[in-house]
């Protein structure tokens, strides 16, 4: 008896994903190492001293990894509540923190105990960094407020509160000592000049500041807020340059490539977007488990860090030459190419007898619904939500076998409310793609012969066949359009050859 064959499934062309020479770099960073901290991850910055350690503020810790290690390699856990915007100073010596406590917190890298505390905000310290000078420390807290420290006094330099609601974000200025930006909740972005009493500069963001970031020439800056991206002009006195919209939910975080070239931005919509600084294109977008809350590139652009909203810390390192060499006297030696493909391309003689070992042939449960005659049960199998929505192109081929068949009737036949609610969606979904419409055009008109009996008995199936009947008479108005600029453009072509001829 023959063998039962299997449903071919066609194979149909797909356009695919244009390639640059930024999907090819960013595409160049190996899968990612997950870390699980304590709690959500609200910060993590990189020691510009190599080999390049990184500090991860999560919950009442932060701690510190090396480039490449799963453990950290130092914590601080003198935090009573959660801590905030563990930040390392220009020479790598010193890091800043804030906490839910309403203290600033100075720590020596190679020590354990803080060596100073910095007292007098009155709500949550979230941000806090260091000037450009090494001496003073900036922080913006819940209180409205933000301050300048003197590092070796303890003392409080300045005070500005001018800010109408938290002060959640800032940064310094790397080329002034003497200037500070931060970004409230109160939708504005203000520059503060320690030499002056009152901001410098004014911008409103139109949505709550959640990350300010300065270019790296320091003429451009850029705010996140909302699910808005914007670029201002410094030099303009705070002009919008640009304003991007390219994220679904809040905007969380901001970080720049070495060069300056590239920008990035983490959301809670769970994408982190690459732009170009040039165009201020999305150029590449990175996919996470969970929602970003901080993002981090190394000061070598060799690793991206990001972390999330469930507390998991994801690491991708990029991808070096010398990874793919082998370790010399540690690997052990693998077989030759010409091993495996050995007596591939042999050839029998005449005289040889050819023995053939018998394969197993595994069907797929539609092709075993086929071969039992079981028509309704095949189509049942090829309309589960994981076939019919992510390879629609199985359940056609299913379908147009089963008409092939002549039992395709039989198998739309005898179905339920849900059953039949199923099979509309799916036409719904794909009876205008131009790949699939021949075939589905007869399964829609066989599925109206059988079941208009019981139209008005569902109003779910009535809104369903609704809206199937609007689809294709759209689909016939494009159609018809299509054709009349077909013949629009038949008669001019026709007019320009018969110019050109003598």
């Avoid at 914590?75 to 801590?83: C, E, G, H, P, V």
């Avoid at 839910?100 to 890298?109: C, P």
């Avoid at 090494?134 to 303890?154: E, V």
Wanted: aromatic share 8%; hydrophobic share 35%.
């Amino acid at each position: 008896m023959a063998s039962y064959k299997a449903t071919r499934i066609p194979s149909f062309p797909r356009l695919g994903e244009k390639v640059t020479q930024d999907t090819l770099y960013w595409r160049n960073y190996k899968t990612p190492v997950q870390i699980k901290e304590f709690g959500a991850v609200t910060k993590i910055d990189f020691s510009p001293l190599s080999p390049h350690n990184y500090a991860v503020t999560a919950s009442t810790r932060i701690h510190i990894y090396g480039p490449y290690s799963q453990e950290p390699v130092k914590s601080f856990t003198r935090f009573k509540d959660t801590a905030y915007s563990g930040t390392f100073r220009s020479d790598g010596q010193l890091l800043v923190a804030g906490s839910e406590e309403a203290l600033i917190r100075l720590f020596d890298v190679s020590g354990r105990v803080a060596l100073r505390e910095y007292t007098g905000h009155s709500k949550a310290v979230h941000f806090t960094d260091f000037s450009a000078d090494r001496f003073h420390i900036l922080s913006g807290s819940d209180d409205y407020t933000c301050r300048l420290w003197d590092i070796p006094s303890s003392a409080e330099v300045s005070r500005y509160s001018e800010h109408t609601d938290y002060v959640r974000c800032g940064t310094p200025s790397r080329l002034n000592p003497d200037v500070f930006i931060t970004g409230s909740y109160d939708h504005t972005v203000k520059v503060f000049d320690s030499r002056k009493e009152r901001s410098v500069m004014t911008m409103d963001h139109g949505q709550p500041v959640e990350s300010v970031l300065l270019f790296p020439s320091e003429g451009l800056l850029v705010s996140a807020g909302g699910r808005y991206v914007k670029v201002w002009d410094m030099l303009k006195g705070g002009q919008v340059l640009v304003s991007l919209k390219n994220h679904h939910k809040t905007v969380t975080c901001l970080c720049m490539s070495s060069t300056g070239q590239r920008l990035l931005s983490g959301s809670l919509d769970r994408h982190v977007k690459v732009y170009s600084t040039t165009t201020y294109k999305v150029v590449h977008n990175f996919d996470y488990a969970a929602s970003i809350l901080s993002i981090a590139l190394a000061p070598n652009d060799d690793s991206i860090i990001a972390g999330m909203t469930n507390g998991v810390l994801s690491v991708k390192h990029k991808k070096h030459p010398e990874d793919r060499k082998m370790v010399g006297g540690t690997s052990r030696h693998r077989p030759a190419y010409r091993v495996f493909v050995k007596g591939k391309n042999y050839m029998p003689k005449q005289d040889d007898f050819l023995v053939r070992k018998r394969e197993k042939a595994h069907l797929k449960q539609y092709d075993k619904e086929l071969k039992r005659f079981q028509v309704s049960k095949a189509l049942d199998s090829v309309l589960k939500p994981h076939v019919r929505l992510k390879t629609p192109e199985v359940t056609v081929a299913v379908i147009q076998e089963l008409n092939r068949r002549g039992t395709l009737k039989n198998a739309l036949a005898g179905r339920d409310e849900k059953g039949l609610s199923i099979l509309l969606s799916f036409l719904i979904r794909n009876v205008v793609d131009s790949r699939f419409a021949p075939i589905l055009l007869t399964v829609a008109e066989m599925v109206l012969d059988i079941y208009m009996k019981v139209v008005g008995q569902s109003a779910v199936v009535d809104k369903q066949i609704l809206k199937l009947q609007e689809l294709v008479e759209k689909e016939i108005d494009y159609q018809q359009e299509l054709m009349e600029v077909l013949g629009m453009m038949d008669t001019l072509f026709a007019t320009m050859t018969a110019k050109k001829e003598p």
